[in-house]
T-cell receptor, first 113, second 112 residues
């Protein structure tokens, strides 16, 4: 079945460490996105990519980095510069047309310990 | 620029009662509108969407929404709530680009 796979589901990070969240899709979608979700704040866009080897900052990109070397993969690195990284992270993808919906992974819950 | 406002961060209904979740949007171009549902510790899944054509849109699990351009609204309804409807619901808009703009979400509680 086609879909988006995020791993791991739960991740613990020590202060000062970088961690990478994986996102893989087999939907053949061109566009991929990373969102951060905090209680009561909805989804906030971190980065998005419309095509391989190209990506743009979203609304809260500071302290995060991404790469898009393959169409299927869009990993997110949470760097030590992100001061409050504890959150639920969601990866999504869409076809290019505006009238199409986003498909989401199951999320990764990151906790700083 | 586009924006979405969901009225009410929490809504509580009794089982069997009408569910009404409110969503208003702002868009300078004709919008495409979506409702998503999220169960705890899961991703979002599509309930329904409005693109063009009929303004009353039917979705999964008995939900429907009506696009009202004059009111810039896209409220979600279900005639009779079920315990399994308890979840968080997000209204979203896409217009003029690749990004989807989400509302802050409304958590629905269903009382037995």
């Amino acid at each position: 079945d086609g879909g988006i796979t995020q791993s791991p589901k739960y991740l613990f990070r020590k202060e000062g460490q970088n961690v990478t969240l994986s996102c893989e899709q087999n939907l053949n979608h061109d566009a991929m996105y990373w969102y951060r979700q905090d209680p009561g704040q909805g989804l906030r866009l971190i980065y998005y990519s419309q095509i391989v080897n190209d990506f743009q900052k979203g609304d809260i990109a500071e302290g995060y980095s991404v790469s898009r070397e393959k169409k299927e993969s869009f990993p997110l690195t949470v760097t030590s510069a992100q001061k409050n990284p504890t959150a639920f992270y969601l990866c999504a993808s869409t076809q290019g047309q505006e009238n199409t919906e986003a498909f989401f992974g199951q999320g990764t819950r990151l906790t700083v310990v | 620029a586009q924006s979405v406002t969901q009225l009410g961060s929490h809504v509580s209904v009794s089982e069997g009662a009408l569910v009404l979740l409110r969503c208003n949007y702002s868009s300078s171009v004709p919008p495409y509108l979506f409702w998503y549902v999220q169960y705890p510790n899961q991703g979002l899944q599509l309930l329904l969407k409005y693109t063009t054509g009929a303004t009353l849109v039917k979705g999964i699990n008995g939900f429907e929404a009506e696009f009202k351009k004059s009111e810039t609204s896209f409220h979600l309804t279900k005639p009779s709530a079920h315990m399994s409807d308890a979840a968080e619901y997000f209204c979203a808009v896409r217009a003029g680009g690749f990004k989807t703009i989400f509302g802050a979400g409304t958590r629905l509680f269903v009382k037995a």
